[in-house]
C-alpha cells in the first residue's frame, strides 16, 4: 500500500528536537504523550497538567491555590526592553493572572549558571528581577543555585514558581458563541525585537520585547468584568494563532478574528516582512487574549485601555457556532483558515 508523506498518524520523533520545546502542536504531544503520564488528570473540578492550562489550580477550602512554573533559556539574554531577569517575573506573574489569580503569594527563583558567568551580569539580571517584583506587587521567597561547568550550558537558565490565591479561576477552555476576542496590545514585539537583535538588523533603536507582568492590567478587567470574562490567555510561545487555536479547541466553539482589528505596530510589521516571520506566529510576553461575554466587552475594553499597558487594546473577533475549534481569519476580502504553526518559528524565545 502506498502512504502518502503527510497523511495518516506521524511516526513518533525518536530524539527530542527544539521544536518540542516551542510551544506548539509538537511540545503539547511530548507532554501529552510522554510527560503527562501520572500527573493530575482531568477527573476533577482541579486543573491539573492535563489541562495545558496556563497553570494548576487546587482546591483549598472554598479558594484556589493557582500554581505555575516556568524554565527561561532566553538568547540573548539581555536584550531590548528586557532581560532574562524581568522576563522570568514577568512570564510567571502572567500565567498566575490569565488564570484568575492576580494577586501573587510568592516566586522562588532557581538558577542554574554557567561557570565563568560575569558577576555584574548576575547582579544586572537580579536587579530586574527585583523591579519587575515591585511593579508586580510580588516577592521572591525562596530560590536555588546551582554552576554547571564551563560550555555544559549558555549562561544562565532561571525557573521561576509561582503561586496565589483566587476567589474564581479563569481557564482557558471557557468560551461560548457570542463571546468576544479582547487582544490588550500590540502583538510580535517581544519575538520580533529578539530575532532583530540576534540578526543584527540595526532597529534596535524601535524594536523593544513588550515583557511586563500584566497582573495589575488583568485585575482591572476582572473587577470591571464580574464575572463576564470567560477565558483568558497569554499568547506567548507560538504566539496568537497558537493561543486563539487552543483557546478554541478546547472551548468547542470557532473564533472569527477581524485581521484589520488586530493591533500590530508599523515597525514590527515591516520588520516581520524582513525576516519572513508573521506576527501572528510570534511569542509575546507583555500581553493577554480576554474572552468576555458581547454585553461587558465594551466596559472591559475601555477598563483596559486606562491601564497604562493596555492602550492599544482592542476588540479584535468573535467566538461563533459554526467552525468549532477552528481560527478563522477575516481579511476583509475572504475568510481563511488559520493553522497553528508546529512550534514557535524561533527557538529560545523565552
Ligand atoms: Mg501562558
Not at 501529552?32 to 477550602?61: H, K, Q, R, V, Y
Amino acid at each position: 500500500m502506498m502512504v502518502r508523506p503527510g497523511i495518516g498518524p506521524q511516526p513518533r520523533d525518536e530524539r527530542v528536537t527544539l521544536k518540542h520545546g516551542a510551544g506548539g502542536r509538537a511540545m503539547r504531544m511530548l507532554i501529552e504523550e510522554t510527560l503527562a503520564a501520572g500527573f493530575l488528570d482531568g477527573s476533577t473540578d482541579e486543573i491539573g497538567l492535563a489541562a495545558l492550562d496556563d497553570g494548576a489550580a487546587l482546591l483549598i477550602g472554598d479558594r484556589w491555590l493557582v500554581v505555575t512554573t516556568d524554565s527561561h533559556v532566553i538568547h540573548p539574554i539581555f536584550f531590548p526592553g528586557g532581560d532574562i531577569g524581568r522576563l522570568a517575573i514577568a512570564g510567571t506573574v502572567n500565567d498566575l493572572a490569565v488564570m484568575g489569580a492576580t494577586e501573587v503569594l510568592g516566586l522562588t527563583s532557581a538558577m542554574v549558571i554557567e561557570e565563568g558567568f560575569l558577576h555584574s551580569d548576575l547582579e544586572r539580571i537580579q536587579h530586574s528581577m527585583q523591579e519587575a517584583c515591585r511593579e508586580a506587587g510580588a516577592k521572591i521567597v525562596t530560590g536555588d543555585t546551582k554552576v554547571m561547568g564551563r560550555g555544559e550550558l549558555d549562561g544562565i537558565i532561571i525557573n521561576t514558581t509561582g503561586v496565589a490565591l483566587a476567589d474564581a479561576v479563569v481557564s482557558d477552555a471557557g468560551l461560548s458563541s457570542g463571546d468576544r476576542i479582547l487582544l490588550t496590545g500590540p502583538i510580535g514585539d517581544h519575538g520580533i525585537a529578539l530575532m532583530a537583535a540576534r540578526r543584527g538588523l540595526g532597529l534596535e533603536g524601535d524594536l523593544r520585547s513588550d515583557v511586563a507582568p500584566l497582573n495589575g492590567l488583568i485585575r482591572r478587567a476582572l473587577d470591571t468584568a464580574k464575572g463576564a470574562i470567560t477565558a483568558m490567555k497569554d499568547p506567548t510561545r507560538g504566539g496568537l494563532a497558537s493561543a486563539l487555536t487552543e483557546m478554541a479547541e478546547k472551548s468547542q466553539v470557532g473564533i472569527v478574528i477581524e485581521d484589520a482589528a488586530v493591533p500590530v505596530t508599523p515597525v514590527v510589521r515591516s520588520a516581520a516582512e524582513i525576516l519572513g516571520l508573521d506576527p501572528f506566529h510570534i511569542a509575546n510576553e507583555g500581553v493577554a487574549v480576554i474572552g468576555v461575554r458581547p454585553d461587558a466587552a465594551d466596559a472591559v475594553l475601555a477598563a483596559v485601555r486606562a491601564h497604562s499597558l493596555g492602550q492599544s487594546c482592542a476588540i479584535i473577533g468573535t467566538c461563533t457556532d459554526e467552525h468549532p475549534k477552528r481560527l478563522i481569519l477575516d481579511t476583509g476580502i475572504g475568510r481563511r483558515l488559520v493553522t497553528e504553526p508546529e512550534g514557535e518559528p524561533l527557538p529560545r524565545i523565552c
